[in-house]
């Protein structure tokens, strides 16, 4: 069945570093992958889309990386901060379709 | 610029009453998009509206259904509630003519079901 993967666990790190997320999906083909921020009792917020045939995308301080081969994608936050504590989503869909599928998240949590 | 809303916030209600939840787009948007949040795990498409039409649906029974106005706004139902249906209903809206769109949340109505 369609699966997609994201560390479970919280990823603390240091101010300043580097976050990396993961994101895992099998049986899926997606065309497009979105990453989105979700705060406590928020609503998701959208931060960047990658279609299939693009390998890399940046906004400032975030980049994310779609590798189809590994049916994987990277989302990195530089120069991270406190402020970018949050849980993030990935999110996938194939081509023809208007139906996105949610990974479970990943909570970030940067410290001072 | 208003962005996505939707009434109420929190809700609470009976096994085996019925709800009703609204959304109103962020202006420009003429799609609208449900999605229900179950504690710590990602959001799950129940169906999306086009022209007043449900495009696509997810995989959710006949007790969710849905509708669009005119004036692109729409209203969620859930019929017959089960404790099982207690989450945040997210309503995101986007507009279809760019295609793989972005989706602006709107920030959900959390649902108890008692």
Redesign the interface.
């Known amino acids: 069945s369609q699966k997609?993967e994201q560390n479970s666990e919280a990823l603390n790190i240091q101010e300043g570093k580097t976050a990396t997320l993961t994101c895992n999906y099998t049986n899926y083909s997606p065309?497009?992958l979105?990453w989105?921020r979700q705060d406590p009792?928020?609503?998701?917020?959208?931060l960047l889309?990658i279609?299939e045939n693009e390998k890399e995308k940046r906004k400032e301080r975030l980049k994310v990386t779609f590798d189809t081969t590994l049916k994987q994608s990277l989302f990195h936050i530089t120069a991270s901060q406190p402020a970018d504590s949050a849980t993030y989503?990935c999110?996938l869909?194939t081509s023809g379709?208007?139906?996105?599928?949610?990974?479970?998240?990943t909570r970030l949590k940067v410290l001072a | 610029d208003a962005g996505v809303t939707q009434s109420p916030t929190h809700l609470i209600k009976t096994r085996g009453q019925q709800v009703t939840l609204r959304c109103s787009p962020k202006s420009g948007h003429d799609t609208v998009s449900w999605y229900q949040q179950a504690l710590g795990q990602g959001p799950q498409f129940i169906f999306q509206y086009y022209e007043e039409e449900e495009r696509q649906r997810g995989n959710f029974p006949d007790r969710f259904s849905g509708h669009q106005f005119p004036n692109y706004s729409s209203e969620l139902n859930v019929n017959a509630l089960l404790l099982g249906d207690s989450a945040l209903y997210l309503c995101a809206s986007s507009l279809t003519f760019v295609g793989p769109y972005e989706q602006y949340f709107g920030p959900g109505t959390r649902l108890t079901v008692t």
């Open positions: 997609i065309a497009y979105q989105y009792g928020r609503g998701p917020v959208f889309l279609r989503l999110a869909a379709t208007y139906k996105y599928i949610f990974g479970t998240g």
